[in-house]
């Protein structure tokens, strides 16, 4: 069985400030993608990044990185130059060689303040 | 432009009724999924569809069905069965190879 685990509920970062939000997660399948989503208020999930699990790189998409380290299994999220409208909800996912079967985690709320 | 369209977005019903969710996608993306999110929780698998007239069970399907007569819908039907069905629902859609993985904006039911 898969499981992801997000651990920190939630927290407050300051404007221009870099944030780092922890993803563990346990699988036994040889190949599976990691995913990030932001969840404003609004309730609409919005990618963010991924990152496959023979990728050897760690994957970025503009002020987001993903410091992927299979061994300890984490993947997590670094926001650089945090911005107002980072403030939302973010989601750790992912995809293993079950067709179709995302896991999410719980989510981190995150706060951005000036 | 092309997308995902869940409609309504708010819903209200009275317990014991049934409720049917509606899901359209024009991005001819052959897989398309329903989720459940409960308030501080992440999201659930309901159930999935790969291709037209066929769909799998996800990790909480009890009490919910769906149907899948066109590529492009996929709705879900919240049954009376369902002991707790207020939350909110959000549909998705892919390619075959699970790439282009779309969300809709989702519909939030309230059973009263």
């Known amino acids: 069985a898969q499981k992801i685990t997000q651990t920190q509920p939630g927290m407050f970062v300051q404007e221009k400030e870099a944030v780092t939000l922890d993803c563990t997660y346990d699988t036994s399948d040889q190949s599976y993608g990691l995913f990030w989503y932001k969840q404003p208020s609004s309730g609409e999930m919005i990618f963010l990044i991924y990152q496959g699990s023979y990728d050897e790189q760690n994957a970025t998409e503009g002020r987001y990185s993903l410091n992927f380290q299979k061994a300890r299994k984490s993947a997590n999220l670094v926001i650089s130059a945090s911005q107002l409208g980072d403030s939302a909800m973010y989601f750790c996912?992912?995809?293993?060689?079950?067709?179709?079967?995302?896991?999410f985690g719980a989510g981190t709320q995150v706060v951005v303040t000036p | 432009d092309g997308g995902i369209t869940q409609s309504p977005k708010y819903l209200f019903r009275k317990e014991g009724q049934n409720v049917t969710l509606s899901c359209e996608q024009n991005?001819?993306?052959?897989?398309m999924y329903w989720y459940r999110q409960d308030p501080g929780q992440g999201l659930r698998l309901i159930y999935y569809?790969?291709?037209?007239?066929?769909?799998q069970k996800g990790d909480i399907a009890e009490g919910y069905s769906v149907s899948r007569e066109k590529k492009e819908s996929f709705p879900l039907t919240v049954t009376s069965a369902q002991k707790n069905p207020t939350a909110f629902y959000l549909c998705a859609s892919s390619t075959y190879d699970r790439s282009g993985y779309t969300f809709g904006s989702g519909t939030r039911l309230t059973v009263v």
């Open positions: 996912a992912m995809e293993g060689d079950s067709w179709g079967k995302f896991q």
């Open positions: 991005l001819n993306h052959d897989a």
């Open positions: 569809s790969q291709i037209v007239n066929d769909f």
